[in-house]
């Protein structure tokens, strides 16, 4: 069974920055396909972004690109989602979710097949 788990969340000002990690366990870490998401208080679960598992690309949602990067060490078996110049509407429960399989849409919450337990990212004005 595989499990993630997401860290680094926590308090930060208007215009900060903060390192999201997701450390998996239970599989093979280069063959997932790992992306992020995230669900503020009230709202759907919205897509951030995704990193391939062969080419290492990636793709952001427009309300976050340009902002934010995804990286993946596959040694430690971690994807990373660096969040630079942080607004308070970016206050959310920050998800990683992770697909064994190839998938058509990464931009779909249906696409992934493991989800972590989230953490939780505020931004102040």
Do not use: H
């Not at 680094?8 to 990690?21: H, I, K, N, P, W």
């Not at 660096?82 to 992770?98: F, H, I, Q, W």
Request: hydrophobic share 35%; charged share 20%; proline share 2%.
């Amino acid at each position: 069974q595989v499990q993630l788990a997401e860290s680094g969340g926590g308090l930060v000002q208007a215009g900060g920055s903060l390192r999201l990690s997701c450390a998996a366990s239970g599989g093979t870490f280069r063959m997932y396909t790992m992306g992020w998401f995230r669900q503020a208080p009230g709202k759907e679960c919205e897509f951030v972004g995704y990193i391939s598992r062969s080419s290492g690309a990636t793709y952001f949602a427009d309300s976050v690109k340009g902002r934010f990067t995804i990286s993946r060490d596959n040694a430690k078996n971690t994807v990373y989602l660096r969040m630079n110049s942080l607004k308070p509407e970016d206050t959310a429960v920050y998800y990683c979710a992770a697909d064994k399989d190839f998938s058509v849409s990464y931009r779909q919450i249906l696409s992934y097949d493991y989800w972590g337990q989230g953490t939780q990212v505020t931004v102040s004005s």
